[in-house]
């Protein structure tokens, strides 16, 4: 975001768009404050009224999954640009057909730290803040009716986590969380499903372990007695799991650029397992996938029983799954558009016992600091 404050020119002085191109950005802060983007100038299609063909969209999580979408066109400045929830923002940017070579824009960014006196608190916490004790609201606040808090729990790469509730008041039974909940999530876009929501009066017991080390949690208050709505946590750390088939589901690419081995070494899959894992690198880098042996199913034709699924988001909502299978190594794997990449494992019922597969990382170039570009 230091970089964009000094001024961002798209595309860069002295070039030009080609009609069909994608760009996709990712603008990185500081954990803890959170960002707007401002534009003093702006022409990305002829009018603001039909947004189809060239537009830019800036989303707070790699799916672009708000709904409606934050998308913008037009030939002025637009004003409504919403502030981010969190320290990142990603922002993709589509030339159509028309006029490509008269695209373009500048911005600089607007920083803003947390608000004390907000009555969701702080929302982008350290998992050594949340476990030294995080109280909702913050003590000597109380909510109002019709207000939702999105918090994003950041710990160490390579651990899980676990909220643990000391009190809990979300509504007035456990048995419907229809209007006052708390949904925790493993990504921005809540996709779990079921999803992982809780309500009631008194602390959840079947709180999940968090598959990485992130954990997305987001407080709905509705009508009824929103000033009773509180709670206390802790959480609790966990080193991943060595021992489990599927090998530790979170690493580092510095991990996986020294080799990566599934399942772990001495061990075979049984039928039906799935293992899911979150490789993450360094921000303002990208990664590619390279398999030295692979085999995932019988044949590369057919990948609906045994398959691996990579991603660049948790997910997995490319609109075409990226998904291989078969007795060789891929050679088409993609590039991550980020620094992190979410691989799901998916072994069916024939002969999960030959299932393995052995890859490195490769960083694919460094992106400028804090911003990264995929395809410009």
């Given at each position: 975001?230091?970089?964009?404050?000094?001024?961002w020119?798209?595309?860069?002085?002295?070039?030009?768009?080609?009609?069909?191109?994608?760009?996709?950005?990712?603008?990185?802060?500081?954990e803890?404050?959170?960002?707007?983007?401002?534009?003093?100038?702006?022409?990305?299609?002829?009018?603001?009224d039909?947004?189809?063909k060239?537009?830019?969209?800036?989303?707070?999580?790699?799916a672009?999954?708000?709904?409606?979408?934050?998308?913008?066109?037009?030939?002025?400045?637009?004003?409504?640009?919403?502030?981010?929830t969190?320290?990142?923002?990603?922002?993709?940017?589509?030339?159509?057909?028309?006029?490509?070579?008269?695209?373009?824009?500048?911005?600089?960014?607007?920083?803003?730290a947390?608000?004390?006196?907000?009555?969701?608190g702080?929302?982008?916490?350290?998992?050594?803040?949340?476990?030294k004790?995080?109280?909702?609201?913050?003590?000597?606040?109380?909510?109002?009716?019709?207000?939702?808090?999105?918090?994003?729990?950041?710990?160490?790469?390579?651990?899980?986590?676990?909220?643990?509730f000391?009190?809990?008041?979300v509504?007035?039974?456990?048995d419907n969380?229809?209007?006052?909940y708390?949904?925790?999530?493993n990504?921005?876009?809540?996709?779990?499903?079921?999803?992982?929501k809780?309500c009631?009066?008194?602390?959840?017991?079947?709180?999940?372990?968090?598959?990485?080390?992130?954990?997305?949690?987001?407080?709905?208050?509705?009508?009824?007695?929103?000033d009773?709505?509180?709670?206390?946590?802790?959480?609790?750390?966990e080193?991943s799991?060595?021992?489990?088939?599927?090998?530790?589901?979170?690493?580092?690419?510095?991990d996986?650029?020294k080799?990566?081995?599934v399942?772990?070494?001495?061990?075979?899959?049984?039928a039906?397992?799935?293992?899911e894992y979150?490789?993450?690198?360094t921000?303002?880098?990208?990664?590619?996938?390279?398999?030295s042996?692979?085999?995932?199913?019988?044949?590369?034709?057919?990948c609906?029983?045994?398959?691996?699924?990579?991603?660049?988001?948790?997910?997995?909502?490319e609109?075409?799954?990226?998904?291989?299978?078969?007795?060789?190594?891929?050679?088409?794997?993609p590039?991550?558009?980020g620094?992190?990449?979410?691989v799901?494992?998916?072994?069916?019922?024939d002969?999960?016992?030959?299932?393995?597969?052995?890859?490195?990382?490769?960083?694919?170039?460094?992106?400028?600091?804090?911003?990264?570009?995929?395809?410009?």
């Open positions: 975001m230091t970089d964009v404050a000094k001024g020119t798209v595309p860069p002085t002295g070039s030009q768009f080609s009609a069909e191109t994608t760009c996709e950005y990712v603008l990185t802060g500081t803890g404050k959170t960002y707007q983007l401002q534009f003093q100038s702006f022409t990305v299609g002829a009018s603001a039909n947004c189809d060239s537009y830019l969209q800036i989303s707070n999580d790699a672009y999954s708000e709904q409606p979408p934050n998308k913008f066109c037009g030939p002025n400045p637009p004003a409504n640009v919403p502030m981010s969190g320290h990142v923002l990603y922002v993709k940017l589509v030339v159509g057909p028309d006029s490509p070579d008269q695209v373009s824009f500048k911005a600089t960014v607007k920083e803003e947390p608000i004390a006196g907000d009555k969701c702080t929302k982008a916490l350290s998992m050594t803040d949340v476990a004790g995080w109280t909702v609201p913050p003590t000597g606040s109380q909510f109002s009716a019709e207000t939702t808090c999105e918090y994003v729990l950041t710990g160490t790469e390579g651990k899980t986590y676990q909220l643990q000391q009190s809990f008041t509504g007035a039974s456990a969380c229809d209007k006052s708390l949904q925790i999530s990504d921005a876009a809540y996709s779990e499903q079921p999803p992982n809780f009631g009066p008194n602390p959840p017991a079947n709180v999940p372990m968090s598959t990485g080390h992130v954990l997305y949690v987001k407080l709905v208050v509705g009508p009824d007695s929103p009773q709505v509180s709670f206390k946590a802790t959480v609790k750390e080193s799991g060595a021992g489990d088939k599927c090998g530790t589901k979170a690493l580092t690419m510095a996986v650029a080799g990566w081995t399942p772990t070494t001495g061990t075979q899959f049984d039906s397992t799935i293992c979150v490789l993450t690198g921000e303002g880098k990208t990664y590619e996938l390279v398999f042996n692979f085999t995932v199913g019988a044949s590369a034709d057919n609906d029983k045994s398959y691996l699924q990579i991603s660049n988001d948790a997910a997995y909502s609109q075409t799954p990226i998904k291989f299978c078969g007795p060789t190594p891929p050679a088409n794997v590039s991550s558009t620094h992190i990449l979410y799901k494992l998916v072994v069916g019922a002969s999960p016992e030959k299932v393995t597969f052995s890859a490195i990382a490769k960083e694919r170039f460094t992106q400028s600091d804090g911003v990264s570009v995929r395809v410009c």
